[in-house]
């Protein structure tokens, strides 16, 4: 099309200039020069064989193209309602905004939702409540195998990577978090000195590709490894086996986009595409993931130490619950991470259709954990969609411990859910490489945004919670969450879900659980 329009345009000079030469009025030359040029396009168009649509409809054919292309403003901006916009929102997306820019986040009038719907939830207030307490509460991770325990927030930057991130945006996140004290996980693109200059806490995630403490032929590599998490900003360690939207499937970074600098976080050669497996080659049995998370823990000194996964079967998570108690060690904890988190960029049918979404996420691993008497020891953490303070009480309420939110701080630091993420055109600079784009992103101003979103929605947490007559996030329990099952009836998690008691599985299965329990076993992964 550029080259038809090129052409195009040669032409009607051409023309204009032929008919200035016979003596017609300059006014004439003006006029025919757009209907040249919509000639030359209706031409273009009968003779092009790539879309059936200009080929009967020539010129007038575009406009579907161009109504095509700003469907996704038109529908965010005009059409949608505050409350069924997707992947976020406008509510919520609202609220994220004024919270990290430090005004009322509040609403007048009620509600809009339809509290009848089937599927809506809604937080058991207390006819006694609590005073909000003054300091938020944190979560110790560490269990008895850990020499360097750390203390958790109850919401923390997730885990993305810088190459998906912008150089400023990952400041501006980790500055938030030293701010703030709260976590900053860095994805599985490696360590990079945008995660190290602010001074924030680090998560440090390693994925599949092992990104910044791999061997040139992409194995893991122990000495790197140890050496950089010493670094005094590690605070946990994390072996990443799977992404909420994108479970069981590996990454592709172009080698157009591997330019000196992420080559070099990553120990990748530059300019070369760089392909992360979708399984790792350090462990494939479960009793095998649970070693290597012990020598992991070994090699960074002691500190806490815990995978990731998005949850798929449960007798598979069963027969690592079954690894962990023939060891005898566990991970300090586990990040549930749910089918409906966010990604850079996946296949659709990955991100609708594959991966168990967090809420039957969660209470998998909480109950199997619990059943197994491996609770106490292991601490789990939520991501997926946690944007307000009412996901992060219902993740509590659900048996995680703390939470971690991607989306929600990219909102804080500007993005917009244009939804380019992969495109390298982030209209906002928070997910490009594009240097242009990025200088956008002031991390001055937005450093301080990503402290004032955490903090305040903290506090919106403890305030639902003082609501419920509760202080401590451990004193949740589920039949402080309910969910409407039709226009007249609704029942509380105690009742729709199975809860399993504190060493069950040991002590005798119960029925539903007993054929996987029994199939489970720590040296292999059955499906």
Same mark, same amino acid.
């Given at each position: 099309?550029?080259?038809?329009?090129?052409?195009?345009?040669? &032409?009607?000079?051409?023309?204009?200039?032929?008919?200035?030469?016979?003596?017609?009025?300059?006014?004439?030359?003006?006029? *025919?020069?757009?209907?040249?040029?919509?000639?030359?396009?209706?031409?273009?168009?009968?003779?092009?064989?790539?879309?059936?649509?200009?080929?009967?409809?020539?010129?007038?054919?575009?406009?579907?193209?161009?109504?095509?292309?700003?469907?996704?403003?038109?529908?965010?901006?005009?059409?949608?309602?505050?409350?069924?916009?997707?992947?976020?929102?406008?509510?919520?997306?609202?609220?994220?905004?004024?919270?990290?820019?430090?005004?009322?986040?509040?609403?007048?009038? !009620?509600?809009?939702?339809?509290?009848?719907?089937?599927?809506?939830?809604?937080?058991?207030?207390?006819?006694?409540?609590?005073?909000?307490?003054?300091?938020?509460?944190?979560?110790?991770?560490?269990?008895?195998?850990?020499?360097?325990?750390?203390?958790?927030?109850?919401?923390?930057?997730?885990?993305?990577?810088?190459?998906?991130?912008?150089?400023?945006?990952?400041?501006?996140?980790?500055?938030?978090?030293?701010?703030?004290?709260?976590?900053?996980?860095?994805?599985?693109? %490696? =360590?990079?000195?945008?995660?190290?200059?602010?001074? !924030?806490?680090?998560?440090?995630?390693?994925?599949?590709?092992?990104?910044?403490?791999?061997?040139?032929?992409?194995?893991?590599?122990?000495?790197?490894?140890?050496?950089?998490?010493?670094?005094?900003?590690?605070?946990?360690?994390?072996?990443?086996?799977?992404?909420?939207?994108?479970?069981?499937?590996?990454?592709?970074?172009?080698?157009?986009?591997?330019?000196?600098?992420?080559?070099?976080?990553?120990?990748?050669?530059?300019?070369?595409?760089?392909?992360?497996?979708?399984?790792?080659?350090?462990?494939?049995?479960?009793?095998?993931?649970?070693?290597?998370?012990?020598?992991?823990?070994?090699?960074?000194?002691?500190?806490?130490? %815990?995978?990731?996964?998005?949850?798929?079967?449960?007798?598979?998570?069963?027969?690592?619950?079954?690894?962990?108690?023939?060891?005898?060690?566990?991970?300090?904890?586990?990040?549930?991470?749910?089918?409906?988190?966010?990604?850079?960029?996946?296949?659709?049918?990955?991100?609708?259709?594959?991966?168990?979404?967090?809420?039957?996420?969660?209470?998998?691993?909480?109950?199997?954990?619990? !059943?197994?008497? =491996?609770?106490?020891?292991?601490?789990?953490?939520?991501?997926?969609?946690?944007?307000?303070?009412?996901?992060?009480?219902?993740?509590?309420?659900?048996?995680?411990?703390?939470?971690?939110?991607?989306?929600?701080?990219?909102?804080?630091?500007?993005?917009?859910?244009?939804?380019?993420?992969?495109?390298?055109?982030?209209?906002?600079?928070?997910?490009?490489?594009?240097?242009?784009?990025?200088?956008?992103?002031?991390?001055?101003?937005?450093?301080?945004?990503?402290?004032?979103?955490?903090?305040?929605?903290?506090?919106?947490?403890?305030?639902?919670?003082?609501?419920?007559?509760?202080?401590?996030?451990?004193? &949740?329990?589920?039949?402080?969450?309910?969910?409407?099952?039709?226009?007249?009836?609704?029942?509380?998690?105690?009742?729709?879900?199975?809860? =399993?008691?504190?060493?069950?599985? =040991?002590? !005798?299965?119960?029925?539903?659980? *007993?054929?996987?329990?029994? *199939?489970?076993?720590?040296?292999?992964?059955?499906?």
């Amino acid at each position: 099309m550029i080259r038809n329009a090129i052409v195009a345009v040669i &032409l009607a000079g051409g023309i204009a200039a032929a008919v200035a030469a016979v003596g017609l009025s300059p006014w004439w030359c003006l006029a *025919a020069v757009p209907l040249c040029l919509l000639g030359l396009v209706g031409v273009a168009d009968l003779v092009q064989r790539k879309h059936s649509v200009l080929r009967n409809y020539p010129v007038l054919g575009h406009a579907r193209f161009l109504m095509e292309r700003i469907r996704p403003e038109l529908q965010q901006y005009f059409i949608e309602r505050n409350y069924d916009g997707r992947p976020f929102d406008r509510d919520v997306r609202s609220i994220v905004y004024e919270r990290a820019k430090g005004t009322e986040a509040e609403q007048p009038y !009620g509600t809009e939702r339809d509290v009848y719907q089937p599927g809506y939830e809604f937080l058991v207030p207390s006819m006694a409540p609590c005073p909000v307490p003054e300091t938020p509460p944190r979560v110790r991770i560490g269990g008895p195998d850990c020499g360097r325990p750390y203390d958790m927030a109850l919401l923390n930057v997730s885990a993305m990577s810088f190459g998906s991130l912008s150089s400023n945006a990952v400041l501006a996140l980790n500055g938030g978090a030293a701010a703030g004290g709260f976590a900053h996980d860095t994805g599985e693109g %490696g =360590l990079s000195e945008y995660h190290l200059r602010p001074g !924030g806490d680090l998560v440090w995630e390693i994925g599949t590709g092992y990104f910044g403490c791999r061997t040139p032929d992409g194995d893991f590599d122990p000495a790197e490894f140890a050496d950089k998490a010493a670094h005094d900003h590690v605070k946990c360690v994390s072996l990443k086996l799977s992404q909420g939207a994108k479970p069981g499937i590996g990454g592709v970074l172009p080698g157009a986009k591997v330019n000196a600098e992420i080559a070099k976080v990553r120990d990748v050669p530059e300019g070369k595409t760089v392909i992360s497996p979708p399984y790792h080659r350090v462990f494939s049995t479960p009793r095998e993931l649970v070693r290597f998370i012990a020598r992991m823990r070994e090699l960074s000194g002691g500190k806490p130490t %815990g995978f990731k996964l998005c949850v798929g079967s449960r007798r598979q998570f069963l027969a690592v619950c079954k690894a962990m108690l023939a060891e005898g060690t566990a991970p300090d904890f586990i990040i549930v991470d749910g089918g409906e988190g966010g990604t850079g960029a996946a296949p659709l049918e990955f991100a609708d259709h594959v991966g168990t979404p967090l809420t039957e996420g969660l209470l998998t691993v909480h109950n199997a954990l619990v !059943g197994t008497g =491996l609770r106490d020891r292991v601490r789990i953490g939520a991501s997926g969609k946690i944007a307000t303070g009412t996901d992060l009480v219902k993740r509590l309420v659900q048996g995680a411990d703390y939470g971690n939110a991607a989306r929600a701080m990219m909102f804080a630091v500007g993005c917009i859910q244009a939804q380019r993420c992969h495109t390298n055109t982030c209209p906002t600079g928070v997910t490009t490489q594009d240097p242009r784009r990025a200088r956008a992103l002031d991390v001055r101003d937005k450093t301080p945004r990503v402290q004032r979103f955490q903090e305040a929605t903290v506090a919106s947490a403890l305030q639902i919670m003082a609501s419920m007559g509760v202080t401590d996030p451990a004193d &949740l329990r589920p039949h402080m969450l309910r969910r409407r099952i039709d226009p007249y009836t609704e029942r509380s998690y105690e009742e729709l879900y199975e809860w =399993l008691e504190p060493g069950q599985l =040991l002590a !005798g299965a119960p029925q539903s659980w *007993a054929a996987d329990w029994k *199939a489970a076993a720590p040296d292999h992964f059955t499906v």
